[in-house]
Nanobody, 122 residues
Framework: QVQLVDSGGGLVQAGGSLRLSCAASGRSFSTYYMGWFRQAPGKEREFVAVQSSDGSSTYYADDVKGRFTISRDNPKNTGYLQMTSLKSEDTAVYYC???????????????WGQGTQVTVSS
């Protein structure tokens, strides 16, 4: 079992930056792939980024590539999503997730944070 707690969301102006954190507890966070997803009102949850368990591989959705950076600090059992050049369309609840497979599909992840709201004002 892995418990995840998301934090770091808030209200930011377009063009600004935020860093989300994902604090993990329980069994071996370092053995899990980590992903970030987001869900805007009235829309399905969508993939944002994924990182391998050792941090060596990353993959991003096209609309965040070059603006968002996924990272992790395994000794601290914490993952991060650094978001820059934020746009109004980035407004959503953001969720971190942990799973055993390198995937962009939400169904492939076993554990989820509670979500943190990011609101970008234009």
């Amino acid at each position: 079992q892995v418990q995840l707690v998301d934090s770091g969301g808030g209200l930011v102006q377009a063009g600004g930056s935020l860093r989300l954190s994902c604090a993990a507890s329980g069994r071996s966070f370092s053995t899990y792939y980590m992903g970030w997803f987001r869900q805007a009102p009235g829309k399905e949850r969508e993939f944002v980024a994924v990182q391998s368990s050792d941090g060596s591989s990353t993959y991003y959705a096209d609309d965040v590539k070059g603006r968002f950076t996924i990272s992790r600090d395994n000794p601290k059992n914490t993952g991060y999503l650094q978001m820059t050049s934020l746009k109004s369309e980035d407004t959503a609840v953001y969720y971190c997730a942990a799973g055993r497979h390198y995937s962009i599909r939400a169904a492939s992840f076993d554990y989820w944070g509670q979500g943190t709201q990011v609101t970008v004002s234009s």
